[in-house]
C-alpha cells in the first residue's frame, strides 16, 4: 500500500509516525520547508528568539513535534516545499522546484489545515493590512513585525493570542477589538471548563494584555481602516455605539478559522455545513474516512479544532488507512485516541459559542466595500446580482453569483472572499446561510506556473 500524507502539521506529523512504525513509508509532502505546521511555523535559519519566545506555553509542543518531524524525515518520501494543486483518484498532482510530477498513492491522508477567516472592512485592502495568521507568521518565521504600533481587530482565541505574542516581542500594541461581547463568553464559560488548563491560558492571555494598559474594546465593531497610500488609524465602534479613532501603522484582522479542504472537494468527499463554526467540512467519521474510497482527513482541514485535536486525529486517521488496507492494527492505542478524540468536542462547541463569527456584520458590510479583492467584487455587486435572482433567475446561490460577479474566480479560489460572500448573499435573498452553498473546489486549488510545452 502506499499512502500519502499531505501537510506537515500536528496532524500530519502524527499520521507519519504511525504509519512508519506500522512498517509504511508513507510520502509526505508540505509546502512549508520542515514540518510544524501554522501552529508551530518553524523560524528561518539563524532567528535567536527562543522556543518560549515563539511559541509561549506551547513550546514543548512545538520542540516535540519539531523533533518528530525531523527523525521522520529519513523513515518518510519527505516532499518539502511542495504544493499539493490538484487530487484526482489514485493521483495527487504536485509542483516543486519548477517541476510538476503526479505522484501516485492508494491512500490519502488530508491534513491541510485552517485559514483566516475574514470580515471585509472599508479599507481592508489598504497597504498594512494581515490576517492574524500572517502577522503571526511573520513574527515566529520571519522575525519581524507587521507594523511598530499595530491594531488586532476580529475575534476567537488567535486574535488574544497574536496581539500577546506583539506585546510580548516589544511591540506597540494599540488596540485589540474583539466583536464578541464580554457576557457572550461568559456564558460559554462552564463548556469551556470542560479543557481547564486550556481555558486558563486564554484568560492569561486577556490577563496579559490589559495588565499591559492595551486599550481592549470587547462587544464592538470595526469601521474602517483609513490611511492614503497606507494604514494611518483604524476607526471602531464600541459596544454602547460611540466610535473611536486610533493610530496605528498597521492591522491585523481575522474571524475565527475556515478549513483548507479544496483537495477533499476534489478528491471527491462531500461536505456537510456546521452551524456552529458556520462552516462547511468534508463529510467524515470518526476515524477520518470519507465516503470518497481511500480518501481521510484530520485537523483542523477535516473541521476547526485545534492543535491537540489535530494530533489524535492525524494518528487515528492512520489507523485507518492501515486497517483498511488490511494491516496489523494496535487496538489498545487506537482506544485510547478514539478516548481522546470523544473528550473534545463539548470543549470546542463551547469555544465557539464563546468566539461566533460575526455574521450579522458580514451581512451589513457596506455597498462599495470590496469583498472579493482578487476580482475587486463590492458588496453592492453582490447584493445587485442576489436581486437579479428575482427577476432573471440569477444568484440564488454562491456559484451563480460567481458567474455573474466574478467573486472567488481570483488567485485564492474564493478561500478569503467566500465566507463573507455568502454571509453577504444570504442577507439579500432572505435565506439561511446555509441554503447559498460554498464555492466548488477547482484545480489548481492554489496558483501555479504554466510550462511552456503544456502552453505550446
Given at each position: ?5 499531505v501537510g ?12 512508519v ?8 509532502i508540505?509546502?512549508?520547508p520542515a514540518n510544524?505546521?501554522?501552529?508551530y511555523?518553524?523560524?528561518?535559519a539563524g532567528?535567536t ?10 513550546a ?8 518528530l ?11 518539502p ?17 519548477g ?6 498513492a492508494?491512500r ?5 489545515g485552517a ?12 497597504p498594512?493590512?494581515f ?6 507568521i511573520?513574527?515566529k518565521?520571519?522575525g519581524?513585525a507587521?507594523?511598530a ?9 488567535l486574535?488574544?493570542?497574536?496581539a500577546?505574542?506583539y506585546l510580548?516581542a516589544?511591540?506597540?500594541?494599540a488596540?485589540v ?26 484568560l492569561?492571555?486577556v ?13 464592538g465593531?470595526p469601521?474602517?481602516?483609513?490611511g492614503a497610500?497606507?494604514v494611518?488609524?483604524?476607526r471602531?465602534r464600541?459596544?454602547a455605539?460611540r ?7 498597521a492591522?491585523g ?12 472537494d ?14 462547511w467540512?468534508p ?7 470519507t465516503?470518497a474510497?481511500?480518501i481521510?482527513?484530520?485537523?483542523d ?22 486497517a483498511d488496507?488490511g494491516g496489523?492494527?494496535?487496538a489498545?492505542e ?5 478516548r ?7 470543549f470546542?462547541a463551547?469555544?465557539e459559542?464563546a468566539?461566533p463569527y460575526p ?13 472579493c479583492r482578487?476580482?475587486?467584487?463590492t458588496?453592492g455587486?453582490?447584493?445587485e ?13 454562491v ?14 479560489q474564493g478561500?478569503?472572499c467566500g465566507?463573507?460572500?455568502?454571509e ?10 446555509a ?6 473546489g ?15
Amino acid at each position: 500500500m502506499r499512502v500519502a500524507v499531505v501537510g506537515a502539521g500536528p496532524a500530519g506529523t502524527r499520521a507519519v509516525e504511525v504509519l512508519v512504525r506500522a512498517g509504511h513509508r508513507p510520502v509526505w509532502i508540505d509546502e512549508a520547508p520542515a514540518n510544524g505546521g501554522r501552529i508551530y511555523q518553524r523560524p528561518v535559519a539563524g532567528t535567536t528568539r527562543s522556543a518560549r519566545d515563539l511559541y509561549g506555553t506551547e513550546a514543548a509542543k512545538a520542540k516535540a513535534i519539531h523533533a518528530l518531524g525531523d527523525r521522520l524525515r529519513a523513515a518518510s518520501d519527505w516532499r518539502p516545499e511542495t504544493l499539493v494543486w490538484n487530487l484526482r483518484p489514485g493521483l495527487l498532482d504536485t509542483f516543486s522546484a519548477g517541476r510538476h510530477e503526479a505522484i501516485r498513492a492508494e491512500r490519502v491522508i488530508l491534513c491541510t489545515g485552517a485559514m483566516d477567516r475574514i470580515l471585509p472592512v472599508p479599507g481592508w485592502t489598504l497597504p498594512g493590512v494581515f490576517t492574524l495568521g500572517g502577522a503571526q507568521i511573520a513574527l515566529k518565521a520571519h522575525g519581524v513585525a507587521i507594523g511598530a504600533r499595530v491594531a488586532f481587530l476580529g475575534t476567537g482565541p488567535l486574535l488574544w493570542l497574536v496581539a500577546t505574542q506583539y506585546l510580548d516581542a516589544g511591540v506597540a500594541v494599540a488596540l485589540v477589538l474583539d466583536t464578541t461581547p464580554f457576557r457572550t463568553k461568559a456564558r460559554a464559560a462552564a463548556g469551556l471548563l470542560a479543557e481547564p488548563a486550556t481555558f486558563g491560558k486564554g484568560l492569561a492571555l486577556v490577563a496579559r494584555l490589559r495588565l499591559a494598559g492595551v486599550r481592549v474594546i470587547e462587544g464592538g465593531a470595526p469601521v474602517a481602516i483609513e490611511g492614503a497610500d497606507a494604514v494611518a488609524s483604524v476607526r471602531v465602534r464600541d459596544r454602547a455605539g460611540r466610535e473611536h479613532a486610533v493610530a496605528c501603522d498597521a492591522v491585523g484582522l481575522g474571524f475565527g478559522l475556515k478549513p483548507e479542504s479544496q483537495l477533499a472537494d476534489l478528491a471527491g468527499a462531500p461536505f456537510r455545513f456546521e452551524p456552529t463554526q458556520r462552516n462547511w467540512v468534508p463529510e467524515h467519521d470518526g476515524t477520518g474516512r470519507t465516503p470518497a474510497s481511500g480518501i481521510y482527513v484530520a485537523g483542523d482541514g477535516a473541521g476547526i479544532a485545534g492543535a491537540d485535536a489535530a494530533e489524535l486525529a492525524g494518528a487515528r486517521a492512520a489507523w485507518a488507512a492501515i486497517a483498511d488496507a488490511g494491516g496489523r492494527v494496535e487496538a489498545a492505542e487506537v482506544a485510547r485516541l478514539d478516548r481522546g478524540l470523544a473528550r473534545l468536542p463539548p470543549f470546542r462547541a463551547a469555544l465557539e459559542r464563546a468566539f461566533p463569527y460575526p455574521a450579522a456584520l458580514a451581512a451589513r458590510t457596506p455597498d462599495g466595500t470590496i469583498v472579493c479583492r482578487c476580482e475587486a467584487v463590492t458588496a453592492g455587486e453582490l447584493r445587485e446580482a442576489a436581486r437579479a435572482s428575482h427577476v432573471t433567475g440569477g444568484a440564488h446561490e454562491v456559484n451563480r453569483a460567481k458567474a455573474f460577479t466574478r467573486v472567488g474566480m481570483g488567485r485564492c479560489q474564493g478561500r478569503l472572499c467566500g465566507p463573507p460572500a455568502a454571509e453577504i448573499l444570504a442577507a439579500a435573498l432572505g435565506c439561511g446561510i446555509a441554503e447559498v452553498g460554498r464555492l466548488r473546489g477547482q484545480p489548481p486549488v492554489k496558483p501555479i506556473p504554466i510550462p511552456a510545452e503544456a502552453a505550446a
